[in-house]
């Protein structure tokens, strides 16, 4: 697909598993591996009543096994999105391997860390265990550039043509999920959220919890694609003023839930 060719073959292309390439097979084998997880995980919380910090053990591990298959399925999605020649490509193999490196090792020490009973984030109780908290902050620094790479190539495989509105809003949404992501990540890993269950599904607290605006931030991967779509079929002359408005609204609903948190 072009890089300014329109959205709605996509779709088609994404059933069309044949089509796509090797790397993009690989990533969404491996996201439906990490649905399948979830599903056995989610299984066997139901016989598992130990809880930490009055969440039961199993809740964290269900949450990155259900990040992690959005997440890799999404790169697949943006990529044919943008420009699918690229994930023929050399470096497309690259940012796979990044990412499914990257996010099996958090997966699966978080859930080695659950079945034990024990923390995975914030546990520092003594050397060991320090290095693997910091070593999860360092792998998801990684995970997060692999879309801040993907976008590097996206530009730098573009054509004569201007870049279509779409295209751009793939663009600013990977650079924004690293960026942002990366920003309150660091924050987050400094800042342990309050004890408790929170809000239902999510588990956020309405204050000294930065887990909000950092989930805006993994999630501009998906949420500045779909406006970039949206206003490309919708606002017709004015897609980019609308979609630069987009992003910009974004921006400031991350920074303020950001304030927010740290100032509660």
């Not at 990490?34 to 964290?60: E, F, H, P, Q």
């Not at 050397?127 to 692999?146: C, D, K, P, R, Y």
């Not at 809003?169 to 942002?180: A, D, I, K, R």
């Not at 989930?215 to 003023?241: D, K, N, Y």
Request: aromatic share 14%; hydrophobic share 55%.
């Amino acid at each position: 697909m072009p890089v300014n060719s329109p959205a709605p073959s996509l779709w088609w292309s994404l059933l069309d598993f044949g089509a796509l390439s090797s790397a993009s097979k690989l990533l969404m084998l491996y996201g439906a591996a990490m649905w399948l997880a979830c599903g056995i995980t989610y299984v066997v919380s139901l016989n598992d009543a130990r809880t930490l910090r009055d969440v039961g053990i199993w809740v964290k591990p269900l949450k990155f096994m259900a990040a992690t298959a959005l997440f890799v399925w999404t790169t697949v999605w943006v990529a044919e999105l943008a420009n699918s020649a690229l994930t023929q490509g050399q470096a497309y193999w690259g940012i796979t391997g990044l990412i499914v490196l990257t996010s099996l090792f958090e997966v699966v020490y978080i859930t080695y860390q659950a079945s034990q009973g024990a923390a995975s984030h914030y546990n520092t109780a003594d050397a060991w265990h320090a290095f693997m908290f910091g070593l999860m902050g360092f792998a998801a620094v990684g995970l997060t550039a692999s879309q801040a790479w993907l976008a590097w190539e996206i530009w730098q495989a573009r054509g004569i043509e201007p870049l279509s509105v779409t295209a751009w809003g793939v663009l600013v949404g990977l650079v924004l999920t690293f960026v942002l992501s990366t920003i309150s990540g660091f924050m987050l890993g400094g800042n342990q959220p309050p004890a408790g269950a929170g809000l239902p599904i999510v588990g956020w607290h309405l204050s000294k919890d930065i887990r909000p605006s950092h989930f805006l931030g993994v999630h501009a991967q998906q949420l500045i694609p779909l406006w970039g779509i949206m206003v490309a079929r919708f606002f017709e002359s004015f897609a980019t003023q609308a979609l630069a408005a987009g992003c910009g609204l974004y921006v400031v609903l991350w920074a303020a839930l950001t304030w927010t948190s740290l100032s509660a």
